[in-house]
């Protein structure tokens, strides 16, 4: 995720600019900068990499500048690299811009601006910010940034210096955090708490639509739609350093569970239009995908699950069959692969070595391979044919949560885009898959906020027992294998995730009265089959846990306790439904005293052979 920083006062702002980025790297980052306003000019620097890397750049000369702007960047919108770290400027190095979002509507802008005249030097979409307050500049900063705010479409945290105006700072957000510290005569303006809290404790927090200019004479906020004047109150930070990094949250796995409305909102803007998704990363003709007489989707842990997913909806949308499979089995099976073959990784990192090993296989036998990864210039990003990124944002803690529901949604944009091609469902019915999927990132922060409270109190079900199982049919059961693996990861119970009509067949022998059972039961055609394997596991004297939308009133009078999860269609239930388990794995860990971000014996990727 990317880091902002910016400083204006009586102070030489390099060092506190690095020190701001420090504060930020735990956010995680591929190359960083920052631009000073010197004598003479803005000064750019920037790098690749560890912000040690831009440390030793900074080291070669000194720096009078009291006024400046910083930058980590996680790249979305073209590799990591030093061209495309920010800050950006304009043409002729007036003005310089740091940007945290996505801008939707960068293409048609840059496309718009390069026909104006205006020349690009990076692949990113904050370039056009920087162009757009340049075509705008008549001799005032605030309106120009104004007006390059009318014109952007997306999400954004930015933050402008021009040397037209050098004695102000422009900073301004909708959907992406921005604060403003207060010193001592002088101000702080950062993406995030932990960036400013070795100078000041009071800040303000920007809302969505509001911009403020930092000056000598103070700060002065406005919406940045109307104009008008806004009094904002101080906000006293009372968490220590550690709590503010993240975010509040006592750890990171909660901060990105929570995350996840966004996270989801990130990946499908600009790829929803209302009949048809857009993937401009996939270059297939309906001519191509129609040659494609299979789908194998090839992945690790709980990227695998999403994979599962993925097989219902491709082979029930687009009508190929698919094949899913663990990357470590894949590429030891001589899987039959060829040039008919659409192979799909799918990688969090983009660095897993079986995935990648899969990835190149399948190159080698002639088969088209997309990759669905969330981190931009990585390996399997890099080796594909065609991407999808999910723009999830860096996920620190060892739990995968935000990445899989993002990779549920790379999936479904995948069947759909496929099933756009081969023309197997009618128009009126993608529209309303469409204007559904939509809906998902509100109904997920929905669970999150009116959910979470009543997923602690079922908690106290796991506190003493040593083995749970997850049930479910169809999508439900895919969910039910990811909601198991997130249980044992990080509570160190055994948990087993049975498609529920295969208890009957060996397994009951397993379940008594201290073995919790999750049932998931979201897939409405199935409801019927779900609540008799309730029934059965109930003979056997076990606790069950319903998951499932409001109305199914049977399944609701044979469990012990019922979460409802809002209303959707079958489909795209798995991103809804996993929610509550992640919270529901992190709040038993926790009651166990675990160490939620660092579970025992794991590491974050598995990137060695
Ligand atoms: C589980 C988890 C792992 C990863 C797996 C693949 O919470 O994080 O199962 O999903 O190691 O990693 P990526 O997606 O980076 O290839």
């Known amino acids: 995720m990317c880091g902002i920083v910016g400083y204006f006062g009586e102070k030489s ?19 960083s900068g920052i631009a000073v306003m010197e004598e003479g000019g803005i000064r750019i620097t920037k790098s690749v990499g560890k912000l040690v890397n831009l440390e030793e750049k ?15 960047r996680w790249a979305t919108h073209g590799r990591p690299s030093d061209v495309n770290a920010h800050p950006h400027m304009d043409c002729h190095g007036d003005f310089a811009v740091v940007h945290n979002g996505i801008i939707e509507n960068y293409l048609e802008l840059r496309e718009w601006l390069t026909a104006e005249g205006h020349l690009f030097r990076s692949e990113t979409d904050t370039e056009v910010l920087a162009h757009l307050v340049e075509h705008f500049y008549k001799g005032d900063l605030q309106d ?17 210096l021009s040397y037209k105006n050098p004695d102000i700072m422009v900073a301004a957000r909708k959907d992406s955090p921005l604060i403003v510290g207060i010193g001592d005569g002088e101000y702080f303006v950062a993406s995030d708490i932990p960036a400013v809290l070795k100078y000041t404790r009071k800040t303000y927090i920007m809302e969505d639509g509001e911009m403020v200019t930092v000056s000598a004479k103070g700060l002065k906020f406005c919406d940045f739609t109307t104009g008008e004047c806004i009094e904002k109150s101080v906000f006293e930070v009372t968490w220590d350093a550690v709590a503010a990094e993240k975010g509040g949250y006592e750890h990171f796995m909660l901060k990105e569970i929570f995350e996840q409305p966004k996270a989801l909102r990130d990946t499908l803007a600009g790829r929803l239009n209302h009949d048809h998704v857009v993937l401009q990363e996939v270059d297939l003709t309906p001519k191509e995908v129609a040659l ?19 097989k219902g909806l491709i082979e029930h949308w687009a009508k190929i069959p698919v094949e899913v499979d663990i990357a470590s089995e894949f590429r030891y099976r001589a899987p039959l692969i060829d040039d008919k073959t659409l192979v799909v990784v799918i990688s969090q990192s983009g660095e897993t070595a ?11 036998k002639g088969a088209r391979v997309i990759a669905i990864t969330n981190v931009v210039g990585s390996s399997v990003a890099r080796e594909a044919h065609d991407v999808i990124h999910t723009w999830a944002g860096p996920e620190i803690a060892v739990a995968s949560t935000k990445a899989y529901t993002t990779q549920i949604e790379g999936m479904i944009l995948l069947a759909l885009y ?31 906020k009116e959910g979470a409270e009543r997923i602690k109190t079922l908690a106290r079900y796991f506190e003493e027992v040593s083995s749970a199982f997850f049930i479910g049919r169809g999508l439900d059961w895919a969910v039910a294998q990811e909601g198991s693996l ?19 067949h060996g397994t009951l022998a397993l379940i008594t009265e201290d073995t919790p059972i999750i049932a998931l039961a979201t897939q409405r055609d199935l409801y019927e089959k779900t609540v008799s ?8 004297d076990a606790k069950v846990i319903g998951f499932t939308f409001e109305g199914n009133t049977d399944l609701y009078k044979s469990v012990n306790e019922i979460f409802y999860i809002p209303e959707t269609v079958n489909e795209l239930a798995p991103i809804l439904t996993v929610i509550p388990l992640q919270l529901l794995s992190y709040y038993v860990s926790v009651a166990r005293g675990n160490d939620v971000d660092k579970p025992r014996n794991l590491a974050k990727s598995v990137t060695v052979e």
């Open 13 to 31: 702002a390099v060092p506190i600019l690095v020190e701001g980025l420090r504060k930020l790297e735990y956010r995680g980052y591929d190359s």
């Open 292 to 310: 494609f007489n299979k789908v194998a989707i090839v992945a690790c842990g709980t990227a695998y699950h999403a994979g599962l997913i993925g």
């Open 486 to 504: 997130k249980l044992k990861e990080i509570s160190y119970i055994h948990a087993e995730a049975y498609a529920s009509g295969e208890l009957k």
């Open 144 to 160: 120009a940034v104004k007006k390059m705010l009318a014109k952007v479409e997306g999400s954004y945290a930015v933050v402008v």
């Open 533 to 540: 394997n309730v029934i059965e596991v109930k003979a056997r």
């Open 58 to 72: 900074l080291s070669n000369r000194t720096y009078n500048a009291k006024i400046g702007i910083g930058h980590t």
């Open 354 to 364: 079986d995935t990648l090993a899969a990835l190149r296989e399948s190159k080698k």
């Open 418 to 448: 496929l099933t756009q091609a081969k023309g197997t469902m009618p128009k009126e019915w993608i529209t309303e898959i469409i204007s559904e999927l939509g809906k998902i990132p509100d109904k997920a922060e929905i669970i999150l």
